[in-house]
């Protein structure tokens, strides 16, 4: 019986190997199958351009040796000469295109504005009490918070930033890293404390760019230096991002291997912004979602009593934002860190009644659980409809409930605002809801585009995108009230005067 209980044994552990080796191969062979099959639908996009594939060289970098900001500047200027050099090459003898921006005399084209807001820009103001950085997010220009600029130009010495890799080409986000970004914000920092140092500077950062200001200031504190900045201003600030940008730097690794560069690029799309590029690489969302992730190393590093010097902070995002993950703005930001004097102002979607009709989720259901707290350390204020079938607007203090009318409405049409709108004015002549016959530059506001699904080259999310904010006035009231906290060299308050962006 033994033997024989020893021959059954043997063989049931035969079949089991025999088993594991059947279900090895064709887990192998289904990844096999799945990989080819990624990689031949990552392959179908369009052809690559030469603004996707040129290299430039006169691009700054961490390791460059850029001593200060003028020197920046310097290398900016030869960059621009750099790509226009190689891009007139590269397009000699091609079919001039109306609405790409690499084309000369383009509608797309940035030289059809007064100035080109792609580059860095300084307006100087030697007798202002407070001096203003301004620092963009991933992918466009320090086009995106002009207004922001001319708000501040009467009493403020502004310095508007061209991040690294932003302005030219999309290729220049291929290779691009978040420490290259870092320091071109260390450099115009630091320009600005040394023109006066009595004088406080105050950051105001959108999307990457607010995330860019809290990794200088964490990164001040974790080599035990005190902070540079009076006040931080984010506006759709990227704290967080969607778990998928975590595998995004796998899928530009998988298109080296297989020398496909098709596969360095989420999408490929027409080049029709003046200033903000239209095609995206993967590496772009890998860049923000490792500077998130050293953001929060050091936070969780540093001591409560370091993380208390953090300069006060005020955030604005909408509720409802695709782009970043407005939950950790809520948790990993303003509830791990903030305190009075700190503030944060959320906009709610328009709560007609055909709007409630038509959400696929309620956001605010969603933070339900952060607007119910008996009691927040900092000022939260949320930009709401008066009720339903109401398109005029208050704005609603947590947790006191306390309301303010601010004699503004939700514009007919509008549903919700956006990632990229927050920082726009109404009378914007891009992105704005009033076109200028007068202009010959593209128009990209509410341009109505009607026909059958899939016909044109512009995906229709980004027709139906809010481009605008109809709230600007209001957030302009905000920062400056917010400015109180920058006081030094002189009074800073009073309310600036936004002017259109030419």
């Given at each position: 019986m033994s033997d024989e209980g020893d021959g059954v044994s043997m063989g049931i552990l035969r079949l089991e190997r025999r088993l594991l080796v059947l279900l090895f191969w064709m887990a192998l062979g289904g990844a096999?199958?799945?990989?080819?099959?990624?990689?031949?639908?990552?392959?179908?996009?369009p052809t690559l351009s030469p603004w996707h594939t040129l290299t430039l060289t006169e691009e700054f970098t961490a390791h460059r040796e850029v001593d200060d900001f003028d020197a920046y500047l310097a290398l900016e200027s030869a960059l621009f000469a750099e790509k226009e050099r190689k891009l007139a090459s590269a397009l000699k003898g091609t079919e001039p295109v109306p609405f790409n921006r690499y084309f000369s005399g383009s509608r797309s084209d940035p030289a059809q504005w007064p100035q080109n807001w792609n580059r860095s820009f300084e307006w100087a103001n030697p007798d202002a009490p407070l001096a203003v950085l301004l620092v963009h997010g991933m992918s466009d220009s320090p086009y995106y918070l002009s207004h922001l600029a001319r708000h501040f130009t009467r009493r403020a010495h502004v310095l508007g930033l061209r991040l690294p890799g932003h302005g030219t080409l999309p290729s220049a986000l291929v290779d691009l890293r978040w420490q290259d970004l870092a320091a071109a914000v260390s450099l115009a920092v630091a320009h600005l404390k040394a023109q006066d140092s009595q004088r406080p500077v105050l950051l105001v950062g959108f999307s990457t760019g607010a995330a860019l200001a809290l990794n200088h200031e964490l990164a001040r504190l974790s080599e035990d230096q005190p902070v540079d900045l009076c006040a931080m201003v984010f506006v759709s600030p990227a704290i967080g991002l969607s778990p998928i940008a975590a595998g995004a730097a796998w899928q530009a690794r998988l298109g080296r291997w297989l020398e496909l560069d098709k596969l360095a690029w989420e999408s490929l799309s027409p080049e029709y912004h003046p200033f903000k590029y239209s095609s995206f690489p993967v590496n772009a969302a890998d860049i923000v979602?490792?500077?998130?992730?050293?953001?929060?190393?050091?936070?969780?590093?540093?001591?409560?009593?370091?993380?208390a010097t953090l300069p006060p902070m005020l955030s604005f995002n909408s509720i409802i934002d695709e782009t970043v993950d407005t939950g950790a703005l809520l948790d990993s930001l303003y509830l791990t860190l903030a305190a009075d004097p700190d503030e944060l102002v959320l906009f709610d979607v328009n709560r007609t009644w055909i709007d409630q009709q038509l959400l696929t989720q309620d956001p605010f259901q969603t933070y339900q659980g952060f607007f119910q707290r008996s009691s927040l350390p900092f000022r939260t204020t949320l930009v709401e409809n008066r009720g339903p079938g109401d398109r005029r607007v208050h704005a609603r203090e947590f947790p006191s409930q306390q309301t303010e009318e601010l004699n503004l409405s939700w514009p007919e049409r509008v549903h919700s605002l956006s990632h990229v709108g927050l920082p726009i004015a109404e009378s914007d002549p891009?992105?704005?809801?009033?076109?200028?016959?007068?202009?010959?530059?593209?128009?990209?506001?509410?341009?109505?585009?009607?026909?059958?699904?899939?016909?044109?080259?512009?995906?229709?999310s980004e027709v139906l995108r809010q481009k605008w904010n109809p709230f600007f006035s209001y957030m302009t009231q905000r920062i400056d009230a917010f400015t109180g906290h920058c006081q030094a060299k002189g009074e800073v308050t009073g309310v600036g005067e936004e002017v259109a962006a030419q």
């Amino acid at each position: 019986m033994s033997d024989e209980g020893d021959g059954v044994s043997m063989g049931i552990l035969r079949l089991e190997r025999r088993l594991l080796v059947l279900l090895f191969w064709m887990a192998l062979g289904g990844a096999v199958t799945l990989l080819s099959v990624a990689v031949w639908w990552l392959n179908q996009k369009p052809t690559l351009s030469p603004w996707h594939t040129l290299t430039l060289t006169e691009e700054f970098t961490a390791h460059r040796e850029v001593d200060d900001f003028d020197a920046y500047l310097a290398l900016e200027s030869a960059l621009f000469a750099e790509k226009e050099r190689k891009l007139a090459s590269a397009l000699k003898g091609t079919e001039p295109v109306p609405f790409n921006r690499y084309f000369s005399g383009s509608r797309s084209d940035p030289a059809q504005w007064p100035q080109n807001w792609n580059r860095s820009f300084e307006w100087a103001n030697p007798d202002a009490p407070l001096a203003v950085l301004l620092v963009h997010g991933m992918s466009d220009s320090p086009y995106y918070l002009s207004h922001l600029a001319r708000h501040f130009t009467r009493r403020a010495h502004v310095l508007g930033l061209r991040l690294p890799g932003h302005g030219t080409l999309p290729s220049a986000l291929v290779d691009l890293r978040w420490q290259d970004l870092a320091a071109a914000v260390s450099l115009a920092v630091a320009h600005l404390k040394a023109q006066d140092s009595q004088r406080p500077v105050l950051l105001v950062g959108f999307s990457t760019g607010a995330a860019l200001a809290l990794n200088h200031e964490l990164a001040r504190l974790s080599e035990d230096q005190p902070v540079d900045l009076c006040a931080m201003v984010f506006v759709s600030p990227a704290i967080g991002l969607s778990p998928i940008a975590a595998g995004a730097a796998w899928q530009a690794r998988l298109g080296r291997w297989l020398e496909l560069d098709k596969l360095a690029w989420e999408s490929l799309s027409p080049e029709y912004h003046p200033f903000k590029y239209s095609s995206f690489p993967v590496n772009a969302a890998d860049i923000v979602y490792r500077l998130i992730e050293s953001n929060r190393s050091m936070i969780e590093q540093l001591d409560e009593e370091r993380l208390a010097t953090l300069p006060p902070m005020l955030s604005f995002n909408s509720i409802i934002d695709e782009t970043v993950d407005t939950g950790a703005l809520l948790d990993s930001l303003y509830l791990t860190l903030a305190a009075d004097p700190d503030e944060l102002v959320l906009f709610d979607v328009n709560r007609t009644w055909i709007d409630q009709q038509l959400l696929t989720q309620d956001p605010f259901q969603t933070y339900q659980g952060f607007f119910q707290r008996s009691s927040l350390p900092f000022r939260t204020t949320l930009v709401e409809n008066r009720g339903p079938g109401d398109r005029r607007v208050h704005a609603r203090e947590f947790p006191s409930q306390q309301t303010e009318e601010l004699n503004l409405s939700w514009p007919e049409r509008v549903h919700s605002l956006s990632h990229v709108g927050l920082p726009i004015a109404e009378s914007d002549p891009l992105l704005g809801p009033h076109q200028d016959p007068e202009r010959e530059h593209v128009y990209l506001g509410h341009a109505a585009i009607s026909g059958e699904k899939g016909m044109f080259v512009i995906p229709s999310s980004e027709v139906l995108r809010q481009k605008w904010n109809p709230f600007f006035s209001y957030m302009t009231q905000r920062i400056d009230a917010f400015t109180g906290h920058c006081q030094a060299k002189g009074e800073v308050t009073g309310v600036g005067e936004e002017v259109a962006a030419q």
